[in-house]
């Protein structure tokens, strides 16, 4: 399982099998340039991969008025 | 994907600069393009006195970070607007931000002047969204030039830039498309206002507000779930990942080839402006926006609740 945390929602999902950070984002319907994509404190470039027991936070980019 | 500088494995890719740095290389690469917006629209002289306006969130507070260190002199201003669990957080993170970089910080309390973001929103019908961003440039603005301050730097970005310039063009509304851009200069009662973060993306800022640890509010307004901008901002998220670089082209070619034709249009018909017969603050009208606003509040107040 790679196990992905959603900021600033809140929301945890689970993926049963390895994929690109780009896969990620695209599965949570996000453009490349709108989340970090985050590892143990490193962001990750699209083409990084994840593997199975990554903890990672898609942190969306928004900011406040 | 390696650095485009030094080879190393990449933190930030950026497609619409067809690029990607790694850690220490990327935030040399953010400084560069602040300093440089600085340099072409002459933002900030040596020897000027800048006032930031500071909201918590990570532009604001990484224009900070920049403007600081560029060397430039800056002190931090905070609109505390009251918004219960959101305005405390807010705070704390600005204050806590610039104790750490030992800058000289300042809070306005909306609560104080009677303009409590809550009780405003109770008492007057038109979207809180445009009152408060009224309250807050106007108490910017007074704080900036009863204090000698000789620039106000704002934190917003492209994408910011990006979607009021095309809300304005929606409407195509011609006096606010006559002075949008970087740059305002100082008039009769205005500070001088700069963007020195307008070329940079908001996904621009928050790698580089996430590599160098800036601790920012990432919680947005309770209130601003309806405003119209994040509509513009997500069909040009779009449209930026179909075509590469669409915004900036679209916002530097404004400034180039359309801000002077409304510009010089505007000459003509500019309301000269007085000073409000309440507060003596520049008006076109003959009592200002944020004294109309206090006079709503007050006459509601007492009005009795149905
Ligand atoms: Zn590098
Ligand atoms: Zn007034």
């Known amino acids: 399982m790679i196990h992905v945390r959603l900021e600033p929602q809140g929301r945890e999902l689970r993926l049963p099998k390895a994929c690109t950070a780009l896969k990620l984002l695209r599965e949570l319907g996000l453009g490349v340039n709108s989340a970090l994509v985050i590892r143990d404190g490193e962001l990750l470039t699209p083409d990084r991969r994840l593997n199975i027991g990554d903890e990672i936070v898609v942190r969306t980019v928004t900011s406040r008025g | 994907m390696k650095c485009r500088k030094c080879k190393a494995l990449a933190a930030v890719a950026l497609p619409s600069h067809n690029t990607a740095f790694c850690p220490d290389c990327y935030p040399v690469f953010v400084r560069s393009q602040v300093e440089r917006a600085i340099h072409r629209h002459k933002m900030i002289a040596p020897g000027d006195r800048v006032l930031v306006a500071v909201s918590g969130g990570k532009d604001s507070l990484a224009l900070t970070l920049l403007l600081h260190e560029l060397g430039h002199d800056v002190h931090g201003l905070h609109v505390d607007l009251d918004i219960p669990g959101s305005s405390t957080d807010a705070r704390a993170a600005c204050e806590g931000f610039f104790a750490k970089l030992g800058l000289p910080f300042t809070v306005v309390e909306l609560r104080r002047e009677g303009l409590a973001i809550p009780l405003v929103k109770s008492r007057i019908k038109r979207p809180i969204c445009s009152v408060c961003g009224k309250l807050k440039r106007h108490y910017f603005n007074k704080f900036a030039l009863e204090n000698g301050f000789s620039v106000l730097a704002t934190g917003h970005n492209l994408d910011d830039e990006v979607s009021r310039l095309f809300a304005n063009t929606m409407r195509w509304d011609a006096s606010y498309l006559s002075d949008q851009g970087p740059v305002l200069p100082a008039a009769d009662g205005f ?104 006079e709503m509040v007050r006459v509601e107040s007492e009005a009795p609740r149905s």
């Open chain 2, 191 to 294: 500070a001088r206002k700069v963007k020195p973060m307008y070329r940079l993306t908001e996904f621009e800022i928050a790698n580089f507000s996430f590599l160098r640890g800036i601790d920012h509010v990432i919680a947005g307004c309770p209130y601003s779930g309806r405003a119209s901008f994040p509509v513009y901002k997500s069909l040009w998220s779009d449209l930026e990942g179909r075509m590469h670089g669409a915004k900036v082209q679209f916002y530097e070619n404004f400034l180039r080839d359309g801000r002077p034709v409304f510009a010089a249009w505007a000459e003509h018909r500019e309301d000269p402006l007085s000073p409000c017969t309440v507060c003596g603050y520049p008006t076109s009208a003959e009592v200002c926006g944020v004294c109309r606003i206090r």
